[in-house]
């Protein structure tokens, strides 16, 4: 780890081989500030078209988004630069397996849109914990998951998503990690704490477009340059650094013999087939099924057929990450291979500052060095259009769990305004922690990015993945069972994350020292084994402890879901949208405020006219369509459809590649 990361210098190093400024020339420039001038307009449209008053209008978007924006914000939420600089990263290392962890995604966004989201919709909940405390009551599991939720939020996502957008800005302007990583927060920053969620989806919708143009161009560039796809194939197998180093195995070096299979052999694998199959769906089920970031947008949708569509939509463009991201990173090592498959530890800090590998500027160094004049800076939008939308997308869902379900419990009375205010301060103090744990991320899981996100994602999440499943689909699970679940679950994944990060994961010229029974089982079977051990402790637990009537789990269960008798909720909810209800204080204010009280109030939503009052008969009705999850027949059978097709697509591919 270079010495001048943790300092606050502008540039790099100067002893590194790379110091170059590459973007400094009219068209890249040009092309960067229309990028930003068109998202910030597309932010500003947003926040003007919709309303951000309320709690539901500023955190899910009023409830009134379609599929397509809906689909795209999936898929820009979840592909951040992380995925850029890491999923390349491992690619140039080991091969297109790891292409296999976008396309299980296929899979479960239909479970999400299918199982999860129908049962989510009808309990009328803003957020994931909610969910949790009227399916259980009590509020130790919900405060539990939103605490938990925040720490894999620093650890999986905020940290690394900005560790890798700052790797590309480093790469293309010589900058300074930490102040690559202010300047992008405060832009991102800007319209995520005013807008809400409608101008992150809008802006994600936006961001979408750019980053598959881009990344096709790139692409396009990088197959031209090694002369075809079977001729790039032959390569990457002859892909050996000239500087080997004295002493280091030659598996270290040289290319895998399965680099060019997705299922791979179950116990000597990098990435083995049964884990890569079922290991990687539990993971995928924590994320897809049960994450803030991801829920948050579907339960914004008009209806639940939008909510499909959207799932099929970011399906469809999930396959794109393989020929978009995997192949590049594996063209970079052909192209670079001295720097990009680097082993010597002395060689590697020379090239890009860290000795445990520089597989993470694979992609990151093909843009720079292939790219034309405008095209650069096109790509370097690319990279600020991932990072961005997977921050705003984290930065307003984590706003949300800490406001909704820890804020409420402290100040149970807070009017709108407050909990807005207090959301958006939360953000601030999210990055902070999240900019501190950079060091860690750049040095783990021998410099491969995305399998450092992993690891961490399959020590922390298969608990709250196993809770949510039996919640739904098992209504015999009560919160004795929940909770000491989720608590063992939690110590047992945190006794192994611990211990790996103790003894450090080491790389493959340096292997880590750490216990064989400990650090020995490979991250994605451990996902497999602690979901087991979850299950077996939430279901002995629950059935030693006294179960919950039907009548507390109308409509939170899958066997109860079309129940339309009233739900006697197991206790009330700690805050509700009238209670911020004195329109005599609000037309006050609004009589005696200066003009730049009323223009920092538009800015922050907060001045948007209060919304009348309604009936008891309104509040019902109203009620009743948020909750609604029923289909009109003709696009129930089109999604349906739609969700086979989807299907078979993604069993084709994975036979295709096996």
Same mark, same amino acid.
């Given at each position: 780890?270079?010495?001048?990361?943790?300092?606050?210098?502008?540039?790099?190093?100067?002893?590194?081989?790379?110091?170059?400024?590459?973007?400094?020339?009219?068209?890249?420039?040009?092309?960067?500030?229309?990028?930003?001038?068109?998202?910030?307009?597309?932010?500003?449209?947003?926040?003007?078209?919709?309303?951000?008053?309320?709690?539901?209008?500023?955190?899910?978007?009023?409830?009134?988004?379609?599929?397509?924006?809906?689909?795209?914000?999936?898929?820009?939420?979840?592909?951040?630069?992380?995925?850029?600089?890491?999923?390349?990263?491992?690619?140039?290392?080991?091969?297109?397996?790891?292409?296999?962890?976008?396309?299980?995604?296929?899979?479960?966004?239909?479970?999400l849109g299918w199982l999860f989201v129908p049962i989510y919709i009808?309990?009328?909940?803003?957020?994931?914990?909610?969910?949790?405390?009227?399916?259980?009551?009590?509020?130790?599991?919900?405060?539990?998951?939103?605490?938990?939720?925040?720490?894999?939020?620093?650890?999986?996502?905020?940290?690394?998503?900005?560790?890798?957008?700052?790797?590309?800005?480093?790469?293309?302007?010589?900058?300074?990690?930490?102040?690559?990583?202010?300047?992008?927060?405060?832009?991102?920053?800007?319209?995520?704490?005013?807008?809400?969620?409608?101008?992150?989806?809008?802006?994600?919708?936006?961001?979408?477009?750019?980053?598959?143009?881009?990344?096709?161009?790139?692409?396009?560039?990088?197959?031209?340059?090694?002369?075809?796809?079977?001729?790039?194939? =032959?390569?990457?197998?002859?892909?050996?650094?000239?500087?080997?180093?004295?002493?280091?195995?030659?598996?270290?070096?040289?290319?895998?013999?399965?680099?060019?299979?997705?299922?791979?052999?179950?116990?000597?694998?990098?990435?083995?087939?049964?884990?890569?199959?079922?290991?990687?769906?539990?993971?995928?089920?924590?994320?897809?099924?049960?994450?803030?970031?991801?829920?948050?947008?579907?339960?914004?949708?008009?209806?639940?057929?939008?909510?499909?569509?959207?799932?099929?939509?970011?399906?469809?463009?999930?396959?794109?990450?393989?020929?978009?991201?995997?192949?590049?990173?594996?063209?970079?090592?052909?192209?670079?291979?001295?720097?990009?498959?680097?082993?010597?530890?002395?060689?590697?800090?020379?090239?890009?500052?860290?000795?445990?590998?520089?597989?993470?500027?694979?992609?990151?160094?093909?843009?720079?060095?292939?790219?034309?004049?405008?095209?650069?800076?096109?790509?370097?939008?690319?990279?600020?259009?991932?990072?961005?939308?997977?921050?705003?997308?984290?930065?307003?869902?984590?706003?949300?769990?800490?406001?909704?379900?820890?804020?409420?419990?402290?100040?149970?009375?807070?009017?709108?305004?407050?909990?807005?205010?207090?959301?958006?301060?939360?953000?601030?103090?999210?990055?902070?922690?999240?900019?501190?744990?950079?060091?860690?991320?750049?040095?783990?899981?021998?410099?491969?990015?995305?399998?450092?996100?992993?690891?961490?994602?399959?020590?922390?999440?298969?608990?709250?993945?196993?809770?949510?499943?039996?919640?739904?689909f098992c209504k015999r699970i009560n919160e004795p069972g929940a909770?000491?679940?989720?608590?063992?679950?939690?110590?047992?994944?945190?006794?192994?994350?611990?211990?790996?990060?103790?003894?450090?994961?080491?790389?493959?010229?340096?292997?880590?020292?750490?216990?064989?029974?400990?650090?020995? =089982?490979?991250?994605?079977?451990?996902?497999?084994?602690?979901?087991?051990?979850?299950?077996?402790?939430?279901?002995?637990?629950?059935?030693?402890?006294?179960?919950?009537?039907?009548?507390?789990?109308?409509?939170?269960?899958?066997?109860?879901?079309?129940?339309?008798?009233?739900?006697?909720?197991?206790?009330?909810?700690?805050?509700?949208?009238?209670?911020?209800?004195?329109?005599?204080?609000?037309?006050?204010?609004?009589?005696?405020?200066?003009?730049?009280?009323?223009?920092?109030?538009?800015?922050?939503g907060f001045d948007q006219g209060s919304a009348p009052k309604l009936?008891?008969?309104?509040?019902?009705?109203?009620?009743?369509?948020?909750?609604?999850?029923?289909?009109?027949?003709?696009?129930?059978?089109?999604?349906?459809?739609?969700?086979?097709?989807?299907?078979?697509?993604?069993?084709?591919?994975?036979?295709?590649?096996?």
């Amino acid at each position: 780890m270079g010495a001048d990361y943790f300092g606050f210098a502008y540039v790099r190093n100067d002893n590194r081989k790379n110091v170059t400024t590459v973007i400094n020339n009219a068209a890249d420039i040009s092309v960067i500030v229309i990028y930003f001038l068109v998202v910030l307009a597309v932010g500003v449209w947003a926040m003007v078209r919709t309303n951000r008053s309320t709690v539901g209008g500023f955190f899910l978007a009023g409830r009134s988004m379609v599929w397509w924006p809906i689909g795209a914000s999936l898929f820009a939420s979840n592909i951040g630069s992380g995925h850029f600089v890491g999923i390349a990263g491992t690619g140039a290392a080991a091969g297109i397996a790891i292409g296999g962890f976008e396309w299980n995604a296929l899979v479960v966004v239909i479970i999400l849109g299918w199982l999860f989201v129908p049962i989510y919709i009808k309990a009328g909940v803003v957020t994931m914990p909610e969910y949790l405390k009227k399916r259980f009551g009590g509020q130790r599991i919900r405060i539990y998951l939103s605490v938990l939720s925040l720490f894999l939020y620093v650890f999986t996502k905020i940290s690394a998503d900005m560790f890798a957008g700052a790797i590309f800005i480093n790469q293309a302007l010589g900058l300074n990690i930490y102040l690559a990583v202010i300047i992008l927060l405060m832009i991102t920053a800007l319209y995520t704490i005013t807008g809400g969620l409608a101008a992150v989806i809008y802006t994600d919708t936006l961001q979408t477009i750019i980053m598959v143009v881009g990344s096709f161009i790139l692409m396009g560039f990088a197959f031209t340059e090694v002369g075809g796809y079977e001729n790039f194939k =032959v390569r990457y197998m002859n892909a050996i650094p000239s500087v080997v180093g004295v002493n280091i195995s030659e598996k270290c070096y040289t290319p895998r013999a399965d680099a060019f299979h997705i299922f791979r052999d179950p116990i000597s694998g990098d990435l083995p087939w049964p884990g890569l199959i079922f290991g990687l769906t539990i993971q995928a089920a924590w994320y897809w099924c049960t994450d803030q970031v991801i829920v948050q947008r579907c339960l914004s949708a008009k209806n639940l057929s939008h909510v499909k569509a959207g799932c099929i939509l970011c399906g469809y463009l999930k396959l794109l990450p393989m020929f978009l991201m995997v192949f590049p990173g594996m063209i970079s090592r052909v192209l670079y291979t001295d720097e990009i498959a680097c082993v010597d530890p002395d060689e590697c800090n020379y090239y890009c500052g860290t000795s445990v590998g520089c597989t993470n500027i694979a992609y990151p160094k093909l843009v720079v060095d292939l790219m034309p004049n405008g095209l650069r800076g096109l790509m370097l939008s690319v990279m600020l259009a991932s990072l961005m939308s997977s921050l705003t997308s984290i930065f307003n869902s984590a706003s949300t769990l800490f406001t909704m379900d820890i804020y409420t419990k402290i100040r149970p009375k807070a009017k709108e305004k407050e909990l807005m205010i207090a959301g958006r301060v939360f953000m601030l103090f999210l990055i902070g922690v999240s900019i501190a744990w950079i060091p860690i991320v750049q040095s783990a899981q021998s410099g491969q990015l995305f399998d450092y996100i992993q690891s961490i994602t399959s020590y922390l999440a298969p608990p709250i993945a196993a809770v949510f499943t039996l919640a739904i689909f098992c209504k015999r699970i009560n919160e004795p069972g929940a909770f000491y679940g989720l608590c063992i679950g939690l110590l047992v994944g945190l006794a192994r994350m611990i211990t790996e990060f103790a003894y450090g994961t080491g790389s493959c010229v340096a292997p880590s020292n750490c216990p064989t029974i400990i650090c020995g =089982v490979h991250y994605l079977y451990f996902a497999l084994i602690l979901f087991s051990l979850s299950c077996i402790l939430i279901v002995a637990i629950s059935l030693m402890t006294k179960p919950i009537d039907d009548k507390h789990l109308y409509r939170l269960c899958w066997s109860l879901r079309n129940n339309t008798e009233e739900r006697i909720d197991l206790e009330e909810d700690d805050w509700t949208e009238d209670q911020d209800s004195n329109s005599m204080e609000i037309e006050e204010n609004r009589k005696e405020a200066s003009f730049c009280r009323k223009a920092y109030n538009w800015f922050c939503g907060f001045d948007q006219g209060s919304a009348p009052k309604l009936t008891k008969e309104q509040e019902a009705e109203m009620k009743m369509k948020l909750t609604d999850t029923s289909e009109k027949p003709l696009w129930r059978n089109v999604v349906n459809a739609n969700a086979i097709i989807l299907l078979a697509v993604c069993v084709f591919f994975h036979g295709f590649f096996s």
